[in-house]
């Protein structure tokens, strides 16, 4: 039974980490084809996401009901709504304006050290020597990427900045990953990922409206499109993978299982955005597939880590 839990808890954090990677792919497709801001694209994956999750808290809130959220509770559930929904992805989406789909993700995907860094000298989480050796392997391979993207994109004069503002979002969406593990099981990984993303939307909500003209804003098929795509595809089925995948086998694990996500959007860069694939691209990403099937392969046979 623990055996078929920890395999579902493995495949679901692997296919939610691959349904969030094409959220790079659809932000630099938007842009392109619509040639909108990084607020306004963000505001509308919320906007077309609400209504998912507006649903998705009025039923859990009558399942999960007889579970009393505790002021301090629904505090760091809105703190880290913010952190993780709102300031990282707006982070991410002025990033993307700048830099490539696959370096993004490389960058963005320095999030498990922040996050191991913080279970271990916050909350005192022990790290195993497999969980050692899988982030090892790991960000050697996303470092040597990184590497040979920085070579062919130095002509790039937004290289540095667009590269800071993806190293923010991995700061601050390490902060939620960490608060999600300590929150999900007291609170309920359906009702957690909901209202987080509901305070997560209030605030780009709030952003767009103090910074932008809502009157003056123009719908058109392309921006309907691709917010609907970014908001079900990219936001709302993964979102509740990655939580729920966290419940089964633990945040430390689920952290380092999505470094697959740079793998996944560096080849549909590539088959999608002409995006070049380099040879420091094809043996970072051989170290970081090892590092994912090892700790796979952990959560399957060691029952300890995931208690």
């Known amino acids: 039974m623990n055996k078929k839990l920890n395999l579902a808890g493995f495949g679901i954090a692997l296919f ?16 392109h084809a619509t040639h909108t801001d990084a607020i306004t694209l963000l505001s509308l994956r919320m906007l077309f996401a609400l209504p998912f999750y507006l649903v998705i808290a009025w039923v ?5 009901g007889s579970v009393n959220i505790t002021p301090k509770q629904w505090f760091y559930i809105g703190l880290l709504g913010l952190f993780g929904y709102y300031i990282s992805s707006l ?12 370096l993004e993700r490389l960058i963005l995907f320095l999030y498990p050290t922040f996050s191991v860094l913080l279970n271990t000298f916050i909350f005192k989480i022990k790290l195993n020597r497999t969980q050692l050796i899988a982030l090892l392997l790991t960000y050697i391979g996303i470092g040597l990427a990184y590497f040979g993207e ?10 540095y900045f667009g590269s800071l503002m993806i190293f ?3 700061i601050t969406y390490s902060f939620y990953l960490v608060g999600t593990g300590r929150l999900v099981n007291k609170v309920g990984a359906t009702r957690y ?9 209030l605030g780009i909500f709030t952003h767009y409206a103090i910074s932008r003209s809502i009157t003056g804003f123009v719908f058109t098929p392309l921006l309907i499109g691709y917010g609907s795509v970014l908001a079900i595809v990219a936001t709302v089925i993964p979102s509740f993978m990655i939580s729920n995948a966290m419940k089964k086998i633990g945040s430390n694990n689920v952290s380092i299982i999505t470094s697959i996500g740079p793998v996944s959007t560096i080849v549909q860069a590539h088959f999608i955005l002409g995006e070049k ?17 090892l700790i796979g392969w952990k959560s399957n046979s060691d029952q300890t880590v995931l208690k």
């Open 16 to 31: 939610g980490a691959i349904l969030f990677s094409t959220k790079a792919i659809f932000v630099k497709l938007a842009f």
């Open 150 to 159: 920085f070579r062919l994109d130095t002509g790039n004069p937004n290289f």
């Open 60 to 64: 859990s809130s009558r399942k999960e």
């Open 277 to 293: 694939i380099f040879l420091e691209q094809i043996l970072g990403t051989i170290l970081v597939v090892i590092g994912v099937l």
């Open 168 to 170: 923010l979002c991995s």
């Open 193 to 201: 990922t909901t209202y987080a993303m509901l305070f997560a939307t």
């Open 91 to 102: 982070f991410d989406f002025i990033g993307l304006q700048y830099i490539t789909a696959g």
